[in-house]
Each structure stands twice: as structure tokens, then as C-alpha cells.
């Protein structure tokens, strides 16, 4: 019986960033994939909004340290678990759903040393392979919007924390004026379902136990880095178009084009969402 493929993953089978054109980027630097350290990744392997700022402010939220065992949930390429891993000196899991995200994650992990401390599991965040309080620290970025089921998700993420654990993530956030047609084109095009808005994470995330619920609205800051990355992706025409071609380089201007123009209407914005992991939780 053919598998059914979640649309999230076809979206990754596409997506322009990936362990290929990380490494590419590596080489036209003049550096060997073959001795690589951390640092060399930093550039390239951070799939999200903010870069190492973002990491380390969801490092500070999560109360990560060395003494940490923490989950990273839809991890794909692992860029802030590494991060995580070689500067606090913490054990990470990553999960995401997409096979070939999960072997890159573990294929770039090892070669910059660091998959003694950094795991890749393949799994659905709805249904965490993991047995209940196995965790100290859980984080996302920017991948529950992929997630149909926000609240399981998060049921799920309480399931698996220690009392007094912490969960910190960030994830794009509707505001009322994102119309039906607008989420339909979102949930069509990248695989973003069931946006949620600040409140209704709020809610989600109480509903599921946690406490000390904190909503950071980011919005501002990732207009500025949208608009920074469609002018760099841009830029990177000609070797987006040799590496993917012309049809998908235009299907991810558009794309980023459309983002934009959300986030500046204020139809669309950013959260950062933090929570502690009470008694009655784990």
C-alpha cells in the first residue's frame, strides 16, 4: 500500500535551503565538507527567522544549560540544535517528519562532530516516540505551523517535559485581517495549517497545563528579515536557477513576494511563546 506524503514533506522535498545547498555554499567558500567545525555551519544551516538571536533567546526562555536534555520539535536540518549543542554544551533530540530533512540533519550533525550530543529522530510531532518526563527543555522554530493538530502537539510537548522543564518556540501568528482565501493560498503553497493567533496560543498552551505563559509579538523584527532575504534570494538568481531552475526560483519569489506582503498589511506576524511545565502536567 503506496504511503500517503503530508504535504509538509513534499514542501521540504522542494524548499531552496537544504543539506545540498548548504554545502554547496561551504565549497564557494573554499571550505572542505570533510573539516568542517560548528561554526563553519552558522551561516547556512539556520532555517528560520532571526538567526543565532532567535536560537539563544529561546536557549535563555527554555533555561537551557549543559545539564539540559533538550527535544527540538520539526528540528529540520538541527542548525539551532547544533548551535544549542555546541554552545551549552547540551543534549538535543530532534524530530521532524521529513526523511530526507531528518538524514541531512544527522549527515551535516556528523560532520562537524557533534552527533554524540545531537540525535535525529524521524517522527510525527502529534505522537512524540518518547516516554513521558523524558526532557528538561523543549523548543520550536517556525514549525508548527506545518502541524494540523496545534493542540495535540502541545499536549504532546507537556507530556514529555520534567516538572519545572520549560517549553519555548515561535511560530507565525494570523492576526483577524488574514482572510479564508489568504490562509487557503498559505496552507496550499508552504504547508501552513491551522495558523493560530497570540490569544488563541495562549489558550492552547493553558489548556495543556503549562504556566507562566509568555507571548512575545515579533512581528516588527521579521518584516525586517523577510524583506532582507527575498532581497537576498534574489540576489542568488543565477545559482538558484542552476541549482533548481528557472520554474521553482520563480515559485519561491512569488512565494516570499506574497509573504511580505502579509506581514506588512499586519495580516500576518510572529510570536515567540514561552511556558513552564507545572505539577499536574508530567
Avoid at 506524503?5 to 565549497?27: G, K
Avoid at 493553558?206 to 534574489?234: H, K, P, Q
Amino acid at each position: 500500500m503506496n504511503r500517503v506524503v503530508p504535504a509538509a514533506e513534499l514542501f521540504y522535498r522542494r524548499h531552496p535551503i537544504s543539506e545540498e545547498q548548504v554545502l554547496d555554499a561551504l565549497r564557494r567558500q573554499g571550505k572542505d565538507p570533510a573539516k568542517l567545525s560548528p561554526e563553519d555551519l552558522y551561516e547556512w544551516d539556520q532555517d528560520h527567522y532571526g538567526g543565532l538571536a532567535a536560537v539563544e533567546a529561546l536557549t535563555r526562555r527554555a533555561g537551557i544549560s549543559a545539564d539540559s536534555h533538550v527535544l527540538d520539535v520539526c528540528a529540520g536540518l538541527a542548525g539551532p540544535a547544533r548551535f544549542i549543542a555546541a554552545r551549552c554544551a547540551a543534549r538535543v533530540t530532534c524530530v521532524d517528519l521529513s526523511p530526507e530533512r531528518a538524514a541531512g540533519a544527522k549527515r551535516l550533525t556528523a560532520l562537524v562532530g557533534l552527533d554524540r550530543l545531537v540525535r535525529m529522530v524521524r517522527a510525527d510531532a502529534q505522537a512524540l516516540p518518547f516516554p513521558r518526563s523524558a526532557f528538561t527543555a523543549v523548543i520550536s522554530q517556525e514549525g508548527l505551523l506545518h502541524v494540523p493538530d496545534k493542540a495535540r502537539v502541545l499536549d504532546e510537548c507537556a507530556r514529555v517535559l520534567r516538572t519545572g522543564g520549560r517549553l519555548a518556540f515561535s511560530d507565525w501568528v494570523a492576526t483577524p485581517r488574514l482572510s479564508l482565501n489568504e490562509r487557503r493560498r498559505l496552507e496550499e503553497w508552504m504547508a501552513a495549517v491551522s495558523i493560530q493567533t497570540q490569544d488563541s496560543y495562549r489558550r492552547l498552551l493553558a489548556r495543556a497545563g503549562f504556566t507562566g505563559i509568555l507571548a512575545e509579538d515579533l512581528s516588527e523584527e521579521w518584516m525586517g528579515v523577510l524583506r532582507r532575504r527575498l532581497e537576498m534570494f534574489r540576489g542568488l538568481r543565477a545559482q538558484t536557477v542552476a541549482r533548481l531552475g528557472p520554474r521553482r526560483y520563480e515559485e519561491y519569489n512569488q512565494l516570499y513576494a506574497f509573504f511580505v506582503g502579509l506581514v506588512e498589511s499586519r495580516k500576518l506576524g510572529g510570536g515567540r511563546f514561552s511556558a513552564g511545565a507545572g505539577p499536574g502536567i508530567s
